[in-house]
Each structure stands twice: as C-alpha cells, then as structure tokens.
C-alpha cells in the first residue's frame, strides 16, 4: 500500500508501534478508522520529529 509515511517502515519503531496499536485494536480499546499504516505512520513522524525538536534544543547554549 503507498502512503506518505513509506520512509519510516524500515525504522524499528514502526514495528514496535504497529503491534501495540493491534494490540489495542484486538483487545477492542480503539476502532481504527483509517488504514494501519497511515495510524502507524503518523505516530512514527510524531516520535522521530520530538526528537529532531529535542536534539536542537540541546545544541542551543544556555542562558
């Protein structure tokens, strides 16, 4: 399937996050109304671009 979000797949969250959303949705804790990659996808953007903020903001020198 293509989605926006193909470039994190590879990544070892993606794989972490997909099964915990499954697990959610077996378990009937959430009903998914959108594809599983694109709720997988975003949740991984969200992660990786924290972090990229996170990182930036440690190479600021302090005031």
Same mark, same amino acid.
């Given at each position: 399937?293509?989605?926006?979000?193909?470039? =994190?797949?590879?990544?070892? *969250?993606?794989?972490?996050?997909?099964?915990?959303? +499954?697990?959610?949705?077996?378990?009937?804790?959430?009903?998914?109304?959108?594809?599983?990659? =694109?709720?997988?996808?975003? *949740?991984?953007?969200?992660?990786?671009?924290?972090? +990229?903020?996170?990182?930036?903001?440690?190479?600021?020198?302090?005031?």
């Amino acid at each position: 399937m293509r989605h926006p979000y193909k470039k =994190y797949e590879q990544d070892g *969250i993606w794989t972490t996050v997909s099964q915990l959303i +499954a697990d959610q949705r077996d378990n009937h804790d959430i009903e998914l109304l959108t594809p599983m990659a =694109y709720a997988v996808g975003y *949740i991984c953007k969200g992660l990786h671009d924290s972090q +990229a903020q996170g990182e930036a903001s440690r190479r600021k020198p302090q005031e």
